[in-house]
């Protein structure tokens, strides 16, 4: 299974973007996704999660103004981000598990992230 973001880019504070993550590959099954964070000099940091029931979770950094979703036909998790700040900039990864029927475990599954930077 492969992770691919989309929807980086430049904004200015106060903008908004909207980033995809889209799994591909031999999918048997995806559970909890993911949004992660890594700013320069800092370690990597959690955003927000979503289960494949659709029950989320957010950084109290981020609650009220970004919003994960997820088109689970599609094997798609979203973050549309309002109201951006300066100090969202950063590389964001999207994470997933998925269930290897030939590992007969779950894996966590990591993209090549896409990089956010916000303008003051």
């Known amino acids: 299974v492969q992770l691919v973001e989309s929807g980086g880019g430049l904004v200015r504070a106060r903008g908004s973007l909207k980033l995809s993550c889209a799994a591909s590959g031999s999918i048997f099954r995806i559970n909890d996704m993911g949004w992660y964070r890594q700013a320069p000099g800092k370690q990597r940091e959690l955003v927000a999660t979503?289960?494949?029931?659709?029950?989320?979770n957010y950084a109290d950094s981020v609650k009220g103004r970004f919003t994960i979703s997820r088109d689970n036909g599609k094997n798609t998790v979203y973050l549309q981000m309002n109201n951006l700040k300066p100090e969202d900039t950063g590389v964001y990864y999207c994470?997933?598990?998925?269930?290897?029927?030939?590992?007969?475990?779950?894996?966590?599954?990591w993209g090549q992230g896409t990089l956010v930077t916000v303008s003051a």
């Open positions: 979503i289960t494949d029931g659709g029950s989320t």
């Open positions: 994470k997933a598990y998925s269930f290897s029927r030939g590992a007969s475990r779950w894996l966590e599954v």
